[in-house]
């Protein structure tokens, strides 16, 4: 399975899932008028990850801002990564990165855990 690349834009995070490791990154804003058409691949692609899992996935989620459309793109990310989860043997952590004093995205990443059976830990940046 190759890795997952998706160079980020003003408007679109930067998308970087390296399935023999287990790590997916994902960096900047979401704030797309369709994030459909952006986030499908990422489900496509998580969706055949999901068959041939590492034991050890970390999505790293640094997040500056998204809109609500995108929050139900990336509840579908988090939902296909709880599958995963839930599976024999396979661990998933979510660690949810926000900058010091943005009480809003740590609101935000708590609002998501409260919602998952995933492992969250919660990352202040500097």
Not at 23 to 28: C, E, K, R
Not at 65 to 93: C, G, P, W
Request: proline share 2%; with cysteine; charged share 30%.
């Amino acid at each position: 399975m190759e890795s997952l690349k998706i160079k980020g834009d003003k408007k679109s995070p930067d998308v970087t899932f390296e399935p023999y490791s287990g790590l997916l990154v994902m960096i900047g804003k979401s704030a797309l008028e369709n994030p459909g058409k952006f986030y499908d691949n990422i489900n496509v692609w998580l969706t055949e990850y999901s068959k041939h899992s590492a034991i050890k996935t970390t999505l790293r989620m640094e997040m500056d801002y998204f809109n609500s459309s995108s929050a139900k793109h990336l509840m579908k990310i988090f939902r296909t990564l709880e599958k995963i989860n839930s599976s024999d043997k396979k661990q998933v952590l979510i660690q949810w990165c926000y900058e010091g004093g943005d009480h809003s995205m740590l609101e935000s990443g708590e609002d998501f855990s409260s919602m998952l059976k995933i492992d969250f830990e919660f990352v202040e940046l500097e």
